[in-house]
T-cell receptor, first 114, second 114 residues
């Protein structure tokens, strides 16, 4: 099992450009998440999808959109990148049901917006 | 509602000495608690989790944590630090029956000196 995979690993954008970060999991989890990590801020939730077909805003959704394409895939789109979106982005998945289970994280995408 | 506070942003120890990383939580319901580790330029990995079974939880790499309801704490310990333990550590609280959103602490950076 590959677990949670993210593409790309690195990306440099110019202000105003758009891009989509891809995330896929092969553990048949129902819930998926997108976080950003900035120095001293810990992980902040951008969007999450509790189950296939649903998405909800997290703590810092402005400037982002998401798509839960199917149970495996959850993409994050930046429509018009800004320097404030320079960050490391992590995708995670978990099985949320009768028990509270841990999240599994991807390796991250390091994004720089010039 | 739930929250988590990691009491130290940085902890510095010498190799071979004990490690203590402190975490306090608040929760309206019985919580599930997790510790994750993040090595430099990597994703997060689960160290251990508490889900209402034994209050002393053993994890990977010799780490353990004790759930103390009366003190609302879930401190992470290790008897003897190794250089490879140098990393960022995150305490996380989740509540079954609550939202699908785990709450992260801001992280504690563990520095290990030779």
């Amino acid at each position: 099992n590959a677990g949670v995979t993210q593409t790309p690993k690195f990306q440099v954008l110019k202000t105003g450009q758009s891009m989509t970060l891809q995330c896929a999991q092969d553990m048949n989890h129902n819930s998926m998440y997108w976080y950003r990590q900035d120095p001293g801020m810990g992980l902040r939730l951008i969007y999450y999808s509790a189950s296939e077909g649903t998405t909800d805003k997290g703590e810092v959704p402005n400037g982002y959109n998401v798509s839960r394409l199917n149970k495996r895939e959850f993409s994050l789109r930046l429509e018009s990148a800004a320097p404030s979106q320079t960050s490391v982005y992590f995708c995670a998945s978990s099985e949320w049901g009768r028990d509270v289970n841990e999240q599994f994280f991807g390796p991250g995408t390091r994004l720089t917006v010039l | 509602a739930q929250s988590v506070t990691q009491l130290d942003s940085h902890v510095s120890v010498s190799e071979g000495t004990p490690v203590l990383l402190r975490c306090n939580y608040s929760s309206s319901y019985s919580p599930s608690l997790f510790w994750y580790v993040q090595h430099p330029n990597k994703g997060l990995q689960l160290l251990l989790k508490y889900t209402s079974a034994a209050t002393l939880v053993k994890g990977i790499n010799g780490f353990e944590a004790e759930f103390k309801k009366s003190e609302t704490s879930f401190h992470l310990t290790k008897p003897s630090a190794h250089m490879s333990d140098a990393a960022e550590y995150f305490c996380v609280v989740s509540v079954l029956g609550g939202s699908y959103i785990p709450t992260f602490g801001r992280g504690t950076s563990l520095i290990v000196h030779p």
